[in-house]
């Protein structure tokens, strides 16, 4: 029972050094947001959001990474009650999902380049690709970390400690799955109404 | 402090996921529909949206990020944060729109006129 405890101790420090990486992450994105807040309209008279954004496609997006906040949360309760293959299940359902969001927003950016509003058509350019830029690197960080779990939990046995980065795995997508609500509404609902 | 062995069972924690996910899909429809179709004019519309954005923060901090559940450390960090945040994003807002009156190239007697049009000063 006493080496139970200790345990949970050390996951327990381990948990919020993490969480505190999070918050700086958090402050790394809330200057890329207020970057993009003072120069939402600074257009150069290129186009604004109200002409570019496409709002159906980003509500798709925002379903892709809400469901898999949620598949990411079912692979956790799988794995606290020992179900390895339920577990790799939901975590590749999650990387699958993971992976469509990423290909709809290099979709997206690709058409506003090819369109010639790329970063460098207006500062308000600049700052939109920034900040979503900014998260969409951190989903791709996020799916590198994702398979190499997989890959460790389909060749190895299952261990206490995939519990355990499996945990700080959920609270990072959770934490990518709040700043995409705020891009979705600050960038895209409000920069959408001119 | 001591540690707390969990005692909730796997059902509510399963509920915890159920509910947080329905929630935010709910409130994400919400604040697009409301945008989309246009019910109230854009001025009220930006608070809807940004009230409805953190009602959803809070939806995934309470279901999903679990704040609460172990170390009281999490809370004060992401309290701290939240702080940091305000400050950074609503302190560029307000001192970038004042600067802005600055950058205009007007002589001091327009600027004198276009801030009193604009905001009473």
New interface residues.
């Given amino acids: 029972m006493n080496e139970?405890?200790r345990e949970?101790?050390i996951q327990?420090k381990k948990?919020?050094g993490f969480?505190?990486y999070l918050?700086?992450d958090?402050?790394l994105f809330?200057?890329l947001?207020?970057?993009f807040?003072?120069l939402r309209t600074a257009t150069a008279g290129g186009p604004s959001g109200a002409e570019l954004f496409d709002?159906p496609f980003v509500?798709l997006e925002?379903?892709i990474l809400?469901?898999s906040?949620?598949t990411v949360?079912?692979a956790i309760?799988g794995a606290?009650?020992g179900y390895k293959k339920q577990t790799i299940f939901w975590l590749m359902v999650t990387f699958a999902l993971g992976v469509a969001f990423l290909a709809l927003e290099l979709t997206e950016f690709n058409h506003l380049v090819a369109e010639g509003n790329g970063w460098d058509r207006s500062a308000f350019l600049s700052a939109f690709f920034t900040l979503v830029g900014t998260h969409g690197l951190h989903i791709a960080v996020g799916l590198l970390w994702l398979g190499v779990m997989i890959y460790r939990l389909v060749r190895f046995k299952f261990k206490k400690t995939d519990l355990n980065r499996l945990a700080l795995f959920?609270?990072f997508w959770?934490?990518l799955?709040?700043v995409w609500?705020?891009i979705?509404?600050?960038v895209y609902?409000?920069g959408?109404?001119? | 402090m001591s540690p707390r062995i969990e005692h909730r069972n796997s059902q509510t924690r399963y509920l915890s996921y159920i509910v947080g996910f329905i929630l935010s899909i709910l409130t994400t429809l919400a604040a697009y529909l409301a945008v989309v179709k246009q019910v109230w004019p854009m001025e009220t519309l930006v608070y809807i949206v940004m009230g409805i954005a953190v009602v959803q923060l809070a939806v995934q901090a309470v279901f999903f990020l679990h704040i609460g559940r172990g170390s009281h450390w999490k809370v004060v960090t992401f309290a701290f944060a939240i702080l940091v945040v305000l400050i950074v994003v609503v302190g560029s807002i307000w001192i970038m729109n004042n600067l802005d009156y600055n950058m205009m190239h007007m002589t001091p007697e327009q600027q004198h006129i276009y801030m009193l049009q604009h905001e009473g000063i």
Avoid: P, Y
């Fill in positions: 139970v405890i949970k101790e327990e948990t919020v969480w505190i918050m700086t958090l402050i809330a200057s947001f207020a970057t807040a003072v709002l509500l925002t379903m809400l469901t906040s949620f949360g079912l309760l606290a009650r959920g609270l959770h934490f799955d709040v609500i705020f979705f509404s600050i609902l409000i959408s109404m001119a």
